[in-house]
Each structure stands twice: as structure tokens, then as C-alpha cells.
């Protein structure tokens, strides 16, 4: 879809740019707004300019750029824990290969969801990290985001048993809602049923579509023989984990570019700053 909005000298001085324009245009479908302007200082907003990146045709007096904002369409992440091979996790979480399968197996056995499924997405999700938060907010081991945890009653999506619990539950409503499609559940769960639905099918996301194929990957062949479980491994770990404070250090535009959870026996996170020298995240 196209839009073009002109704006008088006069109402731009004002700062009078319609909120609901703005809103408009970044709500049809992933697009560059630029804003431009003439001679006179009349403002354009636009998302569509010519090769040379400038309005063309009538709009050729448009010919200084001001802005350009890029407004996607679906809240897909980007993962750095895949890894370069089905395996692979980060050597300072490999200790949490299956230190969570007790967790996973009774929230499998609660909700229905093969076991398999949620471990392969938990490994692909986070990497056994159960501190991991994505650039746009995603949490802990299955990656919540703040929305979706809300939606399924988890209040500490670093607390392992709330996430497991929360994502498993979202898994099982994505099998329900694509008749039990692994594929579909697995790219929804990634960007959204909203999506899903709208290209009746997985997105045409590079990212969507390669992390459906890591998952079901891993699924078929990693997990194949199911998951062994070490007898209050969880628990113990769980327990470490709670009773140690969050420290996250936070970039001047408020988000968080990295969290750390120190031991008892660490001594140089005595700081944000310290925290963040010495993250993995």
C-alpha cells in the first residue's frame, strides 16, 4: 500500500504531524517512512521513493530528506545462541543441557505438548540460558515476551519453573489453534500467530523460516530418544539461581543490554557496571 502525506511549512513549525497518520502508515505492513521536504520547508511523509531514494514525479520537489524510520510488521528476534551445528549450545550453559527436563516433562505431561518439541524450542530459544533476554525483550529459557507472559499468568519469567510452565502453555494454545501443525506452532510461536495468519502459512521471514527448521531439526534427530532427567537437578539449580539478586545493566535509551546473576561467592559484581564486564549475555 501506498502513502503519501504533504504537510504546509505552517503546520510543520507547529509540529502539528497527525499522530494518527503516523500511526496509519506504520500499521500497514513493514515499510520505510521517510520525511522529506521542499525548498519552501512544506514537509513529505512517504513510504515509497524512487532508486535514488528520493520522491520522483510530482513529488520530485521533495527533494531534502529529513528522517527515514524503519517500521516492521512482526515481532521476530534475532537469536546469537543457534550456533553453527544442531548441538551446539554456548560452553557457559552447556552445564544446562538437562539440568530443566524435569520441569519440561511434568509441564509436558500437564498440558500435552511432546516433551521433545519443548526442548528442542527451549534450545533454540535461549540455549539452556536462563537469563536470556532478547533485544526486543524477550525472557529466560523460553523466551517470553512481557505480553505473552502476562497472558499465561508467569510473573517471573526468570523464575524456570514460571517459563517452562508459560511457554508450554503457549505452545499447547499454537497446537490447538493450527491443528496440532508443528511447523505452524513452531513459526507462530516465533512471530506470532497474527502472522500466521495472515500469510496462511509460515511468514516469508528468512529468520522465521530458518528457526522452524532448527526447531523441527532438532526435534526430529537431537531429541528423538526423548530427554533424560536427573532427579532434583531443577530444583537445585532453580533454588541457586532465585536466591541470587538480577543485575542489569541499562543503555541511556532504558534498555538492557545485558543481565547478570552473580554467585554467592563472586565479588567484583558489586556494580552494574562490573556486572557488565563480566556478563555473558
Known amino acids: ?3 503519501f502525506y504533504q504537510i504546509s511549512k505552517k503546520a510543520l513549525s507547529k509540529a502539528l504531524i497527525p499522530f494518527g497518520i503516523i500511526f496509519l502508515m506504520q500499521n500497514t505492513h513493514a515499510a520505510n517512512l521517510y520525511i522529506f521536504k521542499d525548498s519552501e520547508g512544506n514537509a513529505l511523509l512517504t513510504n515509497v521513493v524512487g532508486k535514488n531514494k528520493r520522491p520522483e514525479g510530482d513529488l520530485s520537489q521533495y527533494n531534502t530528506k529529513v528522517k527515514v524510520t524503519w517500521y516492521a510488521d512482526t515481532n521476530v528476534h534475532t537469536y546469537r545462541n543457534w550456533g553453527g551445528s544442531e548441538a551446539s549450545v554456548l560452553p557457559s550453559y552447556s552445564r544446562n543441557r538437562n539440568a530443566y527436563d524435569d520441569l519440561i516433562s511434568n509441564a509436558a505431561s500437564s498440558y500435552g505438548v511432546d516433551q521433545r518439541l519443548i526442548k528442542a524450542i527451549m534450545h533454540t530459544e535461549s540455549g539452556f540460558n536462563p537469563m536470556a533476554r532478547s533485544p526486543v525483550g524477550a525472557q529466560g529459557l523460553m523466551q517470553l515476551m512481557p505480553p505473552t ?30 491443528n496440532q501443525n508443528h511447523e505452524l506452532a513452531i513459526a507462530a510461536y516465533n512471530a506470532g500467530e497474527g502472522n500466521v495468519d495472515k500469510y496462511r502459512g509460515i511468514p516469508p521471514f528468512r529468520e522465521t523460516q530458518d528457526y522452524v527448521k532448527r526447531v523441527m531439526s532438532r526435534f526430529n534427530n537431537l531429541y528423538q530418544n526423548g530427554i533424560k532427567i536427573t532427579t532434583g537437578s531443577t530444583r537445585e539449580l532453580a533454588a541457586r539461581s532465585s536466591s541470587r539478586p538480577v543485575i542489569t545493566y541499562t543503555n541511556p535509551d532504558g534498555s538492557a543490554s545485558a543481565t547478570y546473576r552473580p554467585t554467592p561467592s563472586d565479588t567484583y559484581a558489586s556494580s552494574a557496571f562490573d556486572a557488565l564486564s563480566h556478563s555473558t549475555n
Open 1 to 3: 500500500m501506498t502513502h
Open 149 to 178: 507472559a502476562r497472558r499465561f499468568s508467569v510473573t517471573d519469567s526468570y523464575d524456570p519453573a514460571q517459563n517452562i510452565s508459560g511457554g508450554v502453555k503457549y505452545l499447547n494454545f499454537l497446537l490447538k489453534r493450527y
